[in-house]
């Protein structure tokens, strides 16, 4: 598999949050998920390697040429999809469509015609009246009817019913059958990515946290559940995050055989992604607050 | 690509683009039965600076209500330097609409004069100096901030005009009566092409290191 986006080294500083190193690869044939709680640095990240806020430093390569000297000719190849779309609300769909498509040289109107029909869009129904979902789908239209290598998504599941948000991931792996392509797609809604998700990459304060296989990452953390008794120092150090309540603990860990080591009479289970991202960016957290004593 | 960011402009400002393609048309016929004597290139001077300031407004309005919008088209091939190429020549559409409009009315009207290529290159002078400087300035600081920019011209114009049209009959005796009509409008297109370019290349500066959120 080759490499469809590399970022390295990417710096940027708003006021008081800032993109710190942030390094990652997505590879070709793989959905990868970009996730994080609101405010980690998702959006800013994917507006950073579009080149719609400057970086203060780091190199993007697209298809392993350079963002800087080939933006127009990359940018040919990926099909965006921003959070709420970003369209001009007073205009029709088919005014919108005669401003974007004119910017991509393998623009389809076949496959354009076809996206509408199938998402029961009217092209002459204005933007503003559009709900949430057909705005979306709208966007999604327009970023596939280019023939696009590389599709980025910021937040497109946000706001959206389950129906709708079942309907995009069934699109998302139609146009990941075509093989050679690829798709990153932030959000904070992780059950979407139980679904369709290769890769996983979280972010948390402008900073990489963990960029790692989905099935990997799931089977190799695990929920347990104890007696809080039972919990000491060293034990604590095992997991990721610890809840207490007054009916016992329960924390994400990724040293399972330690733990079943040291704790017995515990309950072991599956942990969801949602748990798994809560656990580093709670760990994360003790360990900034640890430092900043 | 340049004409569909140009036809971005227009869609943007359809609501109120008939309106203004009449009052271009109306303005002169409205000097003619009030003022006659301040028909020609005052009037048309006037609608030209009038015409452009409504419609550059309505735009920069949109777009201010719709910044994703904008983020968007920089996220596809469209480069940063073509949007801000197709807002200049949206305002040099707008000139050449002007021109043709009074001209049209000049061929119906017979109180209504032809403008002189020295009067209409005046003119595109004078509206290229004020959106020369007003376009980067709003590039660097926003529409919100210089929205009152063009309010104070359009305020000023009528007391601005007669002591500019003094200045213009003095330099003309002057400084420029020994140069002869094509010298002097080789002069003026020279001026407009460079401040153009000048102006061009200023808001292409600050628009490139522009964040769009």
Redesign the interface.
């Known amino acids: 598999m080759s490499s469809i986006l590399e970022v390295t080294g990417l710096n940027k500083s708003y006021g008081d949050f800032s993109l710190s190193d942030v390094s990652f690869t997505l590879e070709e044939d793989c959905i990868t998920g970009f996730i994080g709680i609101n405010g980690a640095g998702k959006t800013t990240t994917i ?1 950073t390697i ?5 970086r203060a430093s780091g190199t993007i390569k697209f298809f392993g040429k350079d963002m800087n000297k080939y ?3 990359l ?2 190849r ?1 099909g ?1 999809v ?10 029709s769909m088919a ?1 919108m469509t ?3 498509s ?4 393998r623009w389809s109107e076949q496959d354009y015609k076809t996206f509408m029909e199938r998402f029961s869009l009217n092209p002459r129904q204005k933007i503003a009246t559009l709900s949430k979902g057909m705005r979306m789908k709208y966007s999604l239209t327009l970023a596939l009817s280019h023939q696009a290598d590389l599709l980025i998504m910021d937040e497109p599941t946000s706001g959206l019913d389950p129906l709708i948000r079942s309907q995009l991931m069934e699109i998302l792996k139609d146009y990941m059958k075509q093989g050679g392509k690829g798709v990153f797609f932030s959000t904070h809604i992780t059950s979407d990515l139980d679904k369709v998700a290769d890769m996983l990459i979280l972010i948390n304060n402008g900073r990489i946290l963990f960029e790692e296989e989905k099935d990997i990452l799931i089977d190799t953390h695990r929920l347990v559940k104890g007696d809080i008794k039972d919990l000491t120092d060293e034990t604590r150090n095992l997991f990721l995050n610890i809840q207490e309540t007054e009916f016992g603990f329960s924390g994400i860990t990724n040293q399972l055989s330690k733990v079943q080591k040291n704790l017995h009479d515990i309950l072991i289970e599956r942990a969801t992604i949602e748990d798994i991202m809560l656990g580093y960016i709670e760990k994360e957290t003790k360990n900034n607050v640890i430092t900043s004593r | ?1 340049l004409l ?2 140009v ?2 402009d227009i ?2 400002v359809k ?1 109120y683009l008939l309106f203004m393609l009449l009052v271009v048309i109306a303005f002169p016929l409205f000097i003619m039965a009030r003022n006659p004597e301040f028909l020609g290139f005052n009037t048309f001077l006037i609608s030209v600076i009038f015409t452009e300031f409504m419609l550059y407004q309505y735009v920069s309005i ?1 777009e201010m ?2 910044p ?2 904008t ?9 940063r330097s073509m949007l801000i190429k197709a807002r200049y020549a949206f305002l040099l559409l707008i000139f050449t609409y002007c021109y043709v409009a009074y001209t049209v009315l000049a061929l119906f009207v017979p109180k209504v004069e032809y403008l002189t290529l020295l009067s209409t290159l005046t003119a595109l002078l004078i509206s290229t100096i004020l959106f020369g400087v007003y376009t980067p300035i709003q590039y660097k600081l926003g529409y919100e901030r210089t929205k009152y920019f063009f309010s104070i011209v359009i305020v000023a114009t009528p007391f601005i005009l007669p002591a500019l049209s003094n200045v213009d009959i003095r330099l003309d005796f002057i400084e420029l009566s020994a140069m002869s009509m094509l010298a002097k409008c080789l002069i003026l297109i020279v001026a407009v092409i460079a401040i153009l370019c000048i102006s061009l290349i200023v808001s292409i500066k600050i628009y490139s ?1 522009k ?3």
């Open positions: 507006r579009l080149g719609l806020v400057t933006e127009q000719e940018k040919d990926i965006i921003l959070d709420d779309g970003g369209f001009y609300d007073e205009l005014e005669s401003i974007i004119p910017a991509y040289s | 690509m569909h960011l036809k971005k869609l943007l609501k949109a209500k719709y994703k919008a983020a968007l088209l920089c996220g596809t091939p469209y480069s290191k964040d769009l959120l």
